[in-house]
């Protein structure tokens, strides 16, 4: 039990549009949701959390209006990355809780090279 | 804020040896201590944590870790290596009994035959 998944797992866009990247608790209601993004040999970076039905909380320096996030459901959060940029080439990944605090799983990640 | 210290970014081992990984931290209380496992392509998998009590945690696929307050560390040993457990494993930190822990930037295992 406690799968999450990612979609698509790869992404490669032309600078300037958008690019959505699902995250899916598969066998269990997520509460909180995170996102995370990580660059190549490096630690990986809280962007947001976010609550099923309520805004995200972004952490200090990610530009809300940029990384839009959307937890429309207890199994279901979007990132959508707008206007997207080459510097916003990254791995991003998503966890999910099942409860208030509690252990987070971790899904596989999504690689999004901007050209 | 807490911060976490991984300074070795590649370790090799042969299959079969002996494995150390390193992880300091910088807390002023106690911490959670996590320590994950990446695979490629695969999401990150907690391998174990420590939060209070016994000093010495074990997890899962013969890992386990040792909390030293003295030293702020919370190094991650396996007796003997698998070529299954070549991946990147990051040590975290959570602050104030948080899950959301803060990450190092990860050690990378490479398994040779």
């Known amino acids: 039990g406690a799968v999450v998944s990612q979609h698509p797992s790869r992404v490669i866009c032309k600078s300037g549009t958008s690019v959505k990247i699902e995250c899916r608790s598969l066998?269990?209601?997520?509460?909180?949701m995170f996102w995370y993004r990580q660059f190549p040999k490096q630690s990986l970076m809280l962007m947001a959390t976010?609550?099923?039905?309520?805004?995200?909380?972004?952490e200090q320096g990610v530009e809300k209006d940029k990384f839009l996030i959307n937890h429309a459901s207890l199994t279901l959060s979007t990132l959508t990355v707008t206007s997207a940029h080459p510097e916003d080439s990254s791995f991003y990944i998503c966890s999910a809780t099942r409860g208030s605090g509690g252990e987070q799983f971790f899904g596989p990640g999504t690689r999004l090279t901007v050209l | 804020a807490q911060s976490v210290t991984q300074p070795d970014i590649h370790i090799t081992v042969s299959e079969g040896a002996s494995l150390e990984l390193r992880c300091n931290y910088s807390y002023g209380a106690t911490p959670y201590l996590f320590w994950y496992v990446q695979s490629p392509g695969q999401g990150l998998q907690l391998l174990l944590k420590y939060f209070s009590g016994d000093t010495l945690v074990q997890g899962i696929k013969g890992f386990e870790a040792e909390f030293k307050r003295s030293q702020s560390s919370f190094n991650l040993r396996k007796p003997s290596v698998h070529w299954s457990d070549a991946a990147e494993y990051f040590c975290a930190v959570g602050a104030g009994g948080s899950y959301i822990p803060t990450f190092g930037r990860g050690t990378s295992l490479i398994v040779h035959p």
């Open positions: 066998d269990f209601q997520a509460t909180t």
């Open positions: 976010s609550n099923e039905g309520s805004k995200a909380t972004y």
